[in-house]
Nanobody
C-alpha cells in the first residue's frame, strides 16, 4: 500500500504564494506519474499539474506561469509551488499517484479516475 500525505495549505491574500508538499510512504515505486488536483465547493475535481519519473511536467492552462510542480525522489516528496494566487484558486488540493513510467501512452492524467492513490487533501483559501 501507498500513503500520501499533503501539507502546506493555508489562507493567503491574492497575489501571495504557498508551497504544498506531498510525502509518499509505503510500497512506492521509482516509476510513477504524480499529479495535483483541486476541488472547489460544488465543483468537480480538476487536474492542476502532473509530473512523471523523468521529470516531464504538464499544467492546466489556468495555472501555467504561476504554479510549478516538482519532486524530490530521494525524499519521496512532491511539491506544488503556487505564486500569484487568485481567489479562483481557492480549493481543497490533493496529490495523486499512479505507478507507471510516464503520464502518457494511453494514460490520461487529467482524469481523477486514472490515479489509484490519493492523499487526504490540504485546504488553500485565497482572499481578495
Amino acid at each position: 500500500q501507498v500513503q500520501l500525505v499533503e501539507s502546506g495549505g493555508g489562507s493567503v491574500q491574492a497575489g501571495g504564494s504557498l508551497r504544498l508538499s506531498c510525502v509518499a510512504s509505503g510500497h512506492t515505486y521509482s516509476s510513477h506519474c504524480m499529479g495535483w488536483f483541486r476541488q472547489a465547493p460544488g465543483k468537480g475535481r480538476e487536474g492542476v499539474a502532473t509530473i512523471d519519473s523523468s521529470g516531464h511536467t504538464t499544467y492546466a492552462d489556468s495555472v501555467k506561469g504561476r504554479f510549478t510542480i516538482s519532486q524530490d525522489n530521494a525524499k519521496n516528496t512532491l511539491y506544488l509551488q503556487m505564486n500569484s494566487l487568485e481567489p479562483e484558486d481557492t480549493a481543497m488540493y490533493y496529490c495523486a499517484a499512479e505507478y507507471r513510467t510516464y503520464c502518457s501512452g494511453g494514460f490520461n492524467p487529467w482524469v481523477p479516475e486514472s490515479f489509484g492513490y490519493w492523499g487526504q487533501g490540504t485546504q488553500v483559501t485565497v482572499s481578495s
